[in-house]
């Protein structure tokens, strides 16, 4: 997971201004070499803000941020020949074939013509495009664009690899082969940041990760800690009829820790969801459906940051 004591990335006091608007309020965190570290939140949370600073495409508006021991305000240049990055939108060029994408993009970088056909050859293999490497990007599918965007991304070879929404809007077969090419390039001591909205997609992938909301750092660990310790290890899934509910005088709560109630449902958090679901039966308490689950990371995120949408 890690192969460094000293963090690649560290910020104190990070803040990111626009105008009077705070997106991104004094938030700490360190990133080591070799690992997954994930930043969760809804929508304007500061994510997105956070990402553009480490990669020095915003600049800090206050605190400190230093990126392999240097600081963006006065090192960019040298910061950005060792990064790769994701960006949430795919920026490829549609009018070049995909083997141009490459081989045109390793020129920034100085690469010479040889070493980008031979970095362009093993980049299409690892994420399996050898076969349209001819191709034009406008023909290919989302899946296949968000492939080659991350292939572009290793072309200068770097130590950090910033993906921001790496999977949004591809389908569950897309999404999987971009883990497994994920993981493999974390095998290999390459440390990812990644930013997502998907749950499942950050304890697949992240070692570490934070979550965000309104602009600060509600909570942080690993996705096994996060869980743990902020939530019951079990959720009770129930719904019951309206004639039932009016008769519960507090039932539910002796037989949970916590209640959220739903339109359709009611959770209740537990560490038994078998034997309260038993206690509710056993005081004459009628279910149209039960459910019993492990809690999980949508769990303690929903818990922390609230059901309401964010526009």
């Known amino acids: 997971m890690r192969n460094s004591t000293e963090p690649l990335i560290q910020a104190r006091g990070l803040t990111k201004k626009f105008g009077k608007f705070t997106a991104v309020d004094g938030i700490d965190f360190d990133v080591y070499g070799g690992e997954a570290f994930g930043f969760l ?27 392999a021991g240097l600081s963006p305000k006065t090192h960019a240049p040298q910061i950005k020949a ?5 960006p949430q939108l795919d ?11 490459l081989e045109i993009y390793a020129r920034f970088f100085d690469i010479s013509k040889a070493e980008a056909r031979k970095r362009t050859d093993e980049l299409l293999d690892f994420v399996q495009l050898s076969d349209k490497s001819e191709s034009e990007v406008e023909s290919l ?12 991304a290793l072309i200068n070879e770097p130590d950090l690899i910033l993906l921001d929404e790496p999977t949004t809007g591809l389908d569950p077969q897309a999404r999987h082969l971009l883990w497994e090419r994920l993981y493999r390039l974390k095998q290999k001591g390459v440390t990812l940041v990644i930013t997502t909205h998907y749950m499942d997609e950050a304890e697949q992938l992240c070692d570490r990760l934070v979550v965000m909301d309104k602009a600060k750092i ?21 719904r ?14 002796e037989a949970s820790e916590r209640i959220e109630r739903l339109p359709d449902r009611f959770l209740l958090y537990t560490d038994d969801g078998e034997r309260s679901l038993a206690f509710l039966h056993s005081k004459g308490v009628e279910t149209v459906s039960a459910l019993v689950r492990r809690s999980t990371l949508e769990d303690v995120f929903l818990q922390v940051t609230g059901r309401t949408l964010v526009e």
């Open 91 to 101: 920026n490829l060029d549609a009018e070049l074939t995909v083997r141009q994408n």
């Open 218 to 238: 509600v909570t942080q660990g690993t996705p096994r800690e996060l869980i743990d310790n902020s939530i019951s290890k079990e959720v009770l899934e129930l």
């Open 141 to 152: 599918s989302g899946g296949m664009r968000r492939r080659l965007t991350i292939a572009r």
């Open 41 to 67: 939140g809804p929508n304007g949370a500061g994510k997105t803000s956070t990402m553009k600073m480490i990669g020095c495409a915003s600049p800090v508006s206050g605190g400190e941020l230093t990126v």
């Open 240 to 253: 019951i009829s309206d004639e039932q509910e009016a008769r519960l005088n507090g039932l539910l709560e």
């Open 82 to 86: 060792r990064i790769g990055v994701v």
